[in-house]
């Protein structure tokens, strides 16, 4: 098993910047790729990034492309999400998993952190 924990929510203004950390623990944190999602009030939950297990390939949601960058820490069991220029659709609870082997852009992920607050007012 995997376990997830997020870090870095919290609320900014428009035009401002977060970063969202996911510590990983149990199983080996390179078998699996990673991935954010989002879920705002009242929506489904909504692929936002996703990194292959070495790093090298990434994917995006057109909503956050050239705006968000998810990276990974191999050495230190982490993965990241840096969010630049938010706006206030933006907000939402922000999800980390783990899926084995590959990046999904749907919910066929293996494990889930708990989620963490983003508010982004205008």
């Known amino acids: 098993q995997v376990q997830l924990v997020e870090s870095g929510g919290g609320s900014v203004q428009a035009g401002g910047s977060l970063s969202l950390s996911c510590s990983a623990s149990?199983?080996?944190?390179?078998?699996?790729?990673m991935g954010w999602f989002r879920q705002a009030p009242g929506k489904e939950r909504e692929f936002v990034a996703g990194i292959s297990l070495s790093g090298a390939t990434t994917h995006y949601a057109d909503s956050v492309k050239g705006r968000f960058t998810i990276s990974r820490d191999n050495a230190k069991n982490t993965a990241f999400l840096q969010m630049n220029s938010l706006k206030p659709e933006d907000t939402a609870v922000y999800y980390c998993?783990?899926?084995?082997?590959?990046?999904?852009?749907?919910?066929?992920?293996?494990?889930w952190g708990q989620g963490t607050q983003v508010t982004v007012s205008s």
């Open positions: 998993a783990a899926r084995r082997l590959s990046i999904r852009q749907n919910n066929d992920y293996d494990y």
């Open positions: 149990g199983e080996t944190f390179t078998n699996y790729a």
